[in-house]
């Protein structure tokens, strides 16, 4: 027997389980991908995306890496993020963080860890400037959770810096970014309150004019 046999079955019973549901959805699904939503989260396996919004197959278009990172010289998560607002034309970018999450966790210690390290790069200077802050916290859980809340802020800034989500904007397209986080301990999702919907929310330095504009 297969190694994935089990998951071979769980396959089958999930399509069964759809179809029962509603006979045509897989016949709809392959037509056309039509998702409202941009999921940018965290590699982790106990953080699966639709679930966790209660969204179908269709519904959501995920990208997906450790310690939920945008970075201007990530050319797999600026594609995704430039289809996503270009082609699918999504009007949520939800960029989603998780408690607890190891990739951050990593970023405030000072053990070598291999490859990755220069991927947290960016995640433990954001650590270093927001050291005396975090360390007013009473425990290292709430240090390693409130890290991740500001690394979600942080790359909620880095999308909207994005050529593609500026040029959205700037050709009228309905498009927000929003900043979440998901408590793996409890099962909720939460609105950090960071949403930016338009050109005029950024900072004047990050504005950047439409392709062709003296």
Request: glycine residues 8%; contains cysteine.
């Amino acid at each position: 027997m297969s190694d994935l046999q089990n998951l071979f079955d769980n396959n089958e019973r999930w399509a069964e389980a759809i179809n029962q549901q509603d006979p045509g959805f897989f016949a709809k699904l392959a037509r056309q991908q039509a998702p409202e939503y941009l999921w940018i989260g965290c590699s982790d396996a106990r953080v699966p995306a639709n679930e966790i919004v209660g969204l179908l197959p269709g519904d959501l278009f995920v990208h997906r890496n450790v310690a939920n990172v945008v970075l201007h010289t990530d050319l797999n998560c600026l594609s995704v993020i430039q289809y996503a607002v270009d082609v699918l034309k999504v009007r949520h970018i939800l960029v989603t963080g998780h408690y607890g999450c190891g990739g951050v966790r990593a970023s405030m210690q000072d053990t070598q860890f291999g490859l990755i390290d220069g991927w947290l790069r960016t995640i433990r200077d954001l650590y270093y400037e927001h050291r005396e802050h975090l360390a007013t916290l009473p425990g290292e859980e709430e240090r390693v959770d409130r890290h991740g809340e500001l690394n979600v802020i942080q790359q909620v800034a880095h999308v909207r810096h994005t050529t593609s989500v500026q040029n959205a904007w700037h050709r009228g397209q309905e498009l927000s970014v929003h900043g979440c986080i998901y408590g793996i301990k409890d099962g909720r999702w939460k609105n950090l309150d960071v949403t930016v919907s338009g050109i005029e929310q950024l900072p004047p330095q990050y504005r950047l004019r439409p392709l062709g504009q003296n």
